[in-house]
């Protein structure tokens, strides 16, 4: 133990990409880690989409942190919440317990962001996380449930109308697995009703989908969404979401549209995390929360905190801050394994981070996507294969990436989903989500 004690402790909190990455690269290296997570398992966010629309389950994007970094004998996690900082003792305050550091990396990510509207998150949620993505799935599959069972046609058409707010990649790809659902997957599989008489509104903002791309790629994803059954509606300000409506100006013009099921996909915020460094360690904010941080990712005057991933604002390389994608937090996390091991050897290592962009894509459909690689950009079916090799290479378990493949795969030539299952009825109290024994969801640490 008094080894143990002398060696360097790293204390890591969240275990998101970079969170988990950082954890990966420091396994096996002369530092003790603590991995710090509310949840028991690492998310594969970008597939999020997939489990609220029934192509994936739960357990098909989601391992165990402790598989994860089982290998490495000096990293630890611990299944519990931070709740506060004090740089000043070097102690990451749990709901449990305290924890000493000498260094700390701050990965807690990002939530929704209704821009002052929060009372809208109950009737259009967001997907951010596991439990997200259940919900939301219950509510598509009820809609169609509930329509099913409606004899007014006006009523009718509200449970089949689905409206995603935001035409950012996660807007774009959730809009396209709604209108597959309707008008491929399930096309046979009612009486009473035809699910091709199914709307799918997405309303972005600006005067473009997929605002990050290139002008010509969000040409193409327009075009695709358009295909699929989509209505695009641009330079489309939401000024009120209410349960079973939503309102929004176009051209100056206010219109209602009475819709059951509203998805939020227009905005995200830094965790609160950054508000407690702002407060106990003098970080600066911008204007989502995220903490300005130093070339190395540190904290101004706190060279032992460093902050990375969505809840970092690294302003050092071009004209704007780093976008808050997954290629970003893993590279930031192996940065921070490197920097740390040569400062607990006692080198001196002044190399900044320095982000490799390897390009971003967003899928629209089967068959269907978009890929800018900086020096080519393009569309269509090999976008579209290069989107499914992409995100199976960085699923973070063997057993995932092979599940994951199959099921596309089955899902592909099938045009099913295996996965439309309503975890909770409105017959059924309104508490804890029923899941079936094969699909449960990690546990998480009470708040």
Known sequence: MAEQSERQQIVIIGGGFGGLYAAKALGSSDVDVTLIDKRNFHLFQPLLYQVATGSLSPSHISAPLRSIVSKHKNVR????????????TKTVKLLSQEVHYDKLIVATGASHHYFGNDQWKDVAPGLKTLEDAVEIRRRIFSAFEAAEKESDPAARKAWLTFVVIGAGPAGVEMAGAIAELAYKTMKDDFASINPSETQVLLLEGLDRVLPPYPPELSVKADAGLVRLGVTVSTNTRVTNVTDGQVTYLKDDKSHD????????????KASEMGKILETHAGATLDRVGRVIVEPDLSVPNHPEIFVIGDLSNFAHQGDKPLPGVAGVAMQQGEYMAELLVKQANGQVYDRPFKYT?????????????VVDLGFVKFGGFLAWLAWVVVHIYFLIQFDSKLVVMVQW????????????????????PDDEPIVPNNEQIPA???K
């Open 257 to 268: 549209i009475p819709a059951k099921t509203i998805l939020w996909a227009a905005g995200v």
């Open 357 to 369: 962009d390897l390009g971003s894509m967003a899928v629209i459909g089967d068959n269907e996507a």
């Open 409 to 428: 795969a089955w899902n592909y030539f099938t045009k099913n989903r295996g996965s439309r299952i309503i975890t909770r009825t409105s017959l059924q």
């Open 444 to 446: 998480m640490a009470s």
């Open 77 to 88: 996690v611990l299944m519990d919440e931070a709740v506060d900082i004090d740089p000043a």
